[in-house]
């Protein structure tokens, strides 16, 4: 975690930017990839003044907190800011627990009919978007007889398959 501390009307100690590390390098453990975190800190006569921004996982979380200890007021906005992630994280969690819901709900509906027919086994394919040329130099490199991908010069699904020394494009055309 990279950790930016400004100080505004404050002499920086290292006993002040120690606490810092220390408190803000807690959140860490919130997010999965690299994290940046600045800090500012301020004190205007009686008041001290910690204002912190989190950025990491595709998020801007910022938070702020003034009391009269500036030791406190660190305390303050990293119990919000650790909120505010896990309140992140949450929702991150039932959005792929909604989504995957959905994925078998629409499958486990579509399947029955389709294991009904003797001899159908059911093969399910991820469709990359590809332009021709692309789906034809993989189809090259590869020993398989035709390829299905998706085409995003047409939006559409597109079957290029094997014919001899040549190869054959399937474009599907809407009666």
């Known amino acids: 975690m990279q950790i930016n501390?400004?100080?505004?009307?404050?002499?920086?100690?290292?006993?002040?930017?120690?606490y810092v590390h220390k408190r803000i390098s807690k959140l860490e453990k919130y997010f999965y990839g690299p994290v940046e975190a600045h800090v500012i800190l301020?004190?205007?006569?009686?008041?001290?003044?910690?204002?912190?921004?989190?950025?990491?996982?595709?998020?801007?979380?910022?938070?702020?907190?003034?009391t009269s200890d500036m030791y406190e007021?660190?305390?303050?906005?990293?119990a919000k800011l650790e909120t505010q992630v896990k309140k992140l994280r949450e929702k991150r969690k039932n959005r792929k627990r909604v989504s995957?819901?959905?994925?078998t709900s629409i499958s486990a509906e579509a399947l029955p009919e389709e294991e009904e027919i003797p001899g159908?086994?059911?093969?399910?394919?991820?469709l990359k978007p590809m332009?021709?040329?692309?789906?034809?130099?993989?189809?090259?490199?590869t020993e398989k007889?035709?390829?299905?991908?998706?085409?995003?010069?047409?939006?559409?699904?597109?079957?290029?398959?094997?014919?001899?020394?040549?190869?054959?494009?399937?474009?599907?055309?809407?009666?």
Do not use: C, M, W
Request: glycine content about 6%; proline content about 3%.
């Open 145 to 175: 007889d035709f390829l299905i991908f998706n085409n995003p010069d047409t939006a559409s699904v597109n079957v290029l398959y094997r014919k001899g020394n040549s190869y054959v494009l399937v474009l599907p055309e809407l009666s």
């Open 73 to 78: 007021a660190i305390d303050l906005v990293v």
């Open 42 to 66: 301020k004190a205007e006569k009686f008041r001290q003044e910690a204002e912190v921004t989190l950025v990491g996982d595709g998020y801007n979380i910022a938070g702020r907190e003034e």
């Open 131 to 141: 332009s021709v040329e692309e789906a034809l130099e993989q189809i090259k490199t």
């Open 120 to 126: 159908l086994e059911i093969e399910r394919v991820y």
């Open 5 to 18: 501390i400004t100080f505004r009307h404050l002499d920086s100690s290292p006993g002040l930017k120690e």
């Open 100 to 103: 995957k819901e959905i994925e």
